[in-house]
């Protein structure tokens, strides 16, 4: 072990660690680009978790009763989401995971490194190592904004069936009189608006009519 420590294969191993947390990360925000994607489609979504969370909420309109939160309903499906068996919830903490990480490997190696009495050029290289790691995996944040797709995801979701799918259900299945009764206006407004049109046709076909009749008569 102190042979481990002595060639500096701590360092490798954290710088190990740094590139492999970036590649997730690199991953998980492709995962949530695609699934963003998918959010701002939610009719025609093919995305089995968002398919059974809008059949949720419609089977419980239909049941004739209002869901209260939708946000709620988001957050618990979000964290039923899997992509290679791990909740997407868990995935936007990749960069948490791996700061963790090499912060452990940091502390057990500075442990062993006491135990072995290694020299003082050896903590300095191990802790500049793992600061510049750590800097690294935060910096990436900025670059891949892991976060923040997150959170576009889940108000992309919460938007449709919030704003979109809800209203809809709570007319069709909690106030479908209100609906029948603001279609039949609708119709009626419709109808009378092309009797209208028709009517002020007539009459201009008609005073063309009379015009040209003028124009003959006059020859």
């Not at 049941?63 to 936007?92: D, P, T």
């Not at 940091?106 to 500049?128: D, F, K, N, Q, R």
């Not at 800097?135 to 108000?155: D, P």
């Amino acid at each position: 072990m102190k042979q481990f420590l002595q060639d500096y294969n701590m360092v490798f191993a954290m710088a190990a660690v740094g590139c492999l947390t970036i590649m997730m990360k690199s991953i998980t925000a492709i995962v949530y680009y695609k699934l963003i994607c998918q959010a701002g489609q939610m009719v025609t979504s093919q995305n089995k978790y968002m398919k059974a969370m809008a059949g949720k909420i419609t089977a419980t309109y239909k049941l004739k009763r209002k869901v209260h939160n939708v946000k709620c309903i988001v957050e618990k499906s979000m964290y039923n989401m899997r992509f290679l068996g791990i909740s997407i919830a868990s995935w936007k903490n990749t960069g948490i995971y791996g700061i963790s990480a090499v912060l452990l490997v940091l502390v057990t190696g500075i442990l062993l490194g006491v135990y072995y009495h290694m020299p003082s050029e050896w903590y300095a290289v191990s802790c500049l190592s793992a600061v510049a790691v750590v800097t690294l995996l935060a910096t990436s944040e900025i670059l891949f904004q892991i976060h923040r797709k997150y959170k576009i995801l889940q108000l992309q979701m919460t938007d449709y069936l919030e704003n979109i799918l809800q209203p809809k259900l709570e007319k069709e299945y909690l106030h479908p009189e209100e609906e029948k009764k603001y279609q039949n206006e609708y119709f009626e407004e419709e109808e009378e608006q092309e009797q209208q049109d028709e009517a002020a046709a007539s009459l201009e076909d008609l005073k063309l009519f009379e015009e040209f009749v003028e124009e003959y008569l006059a020859d």
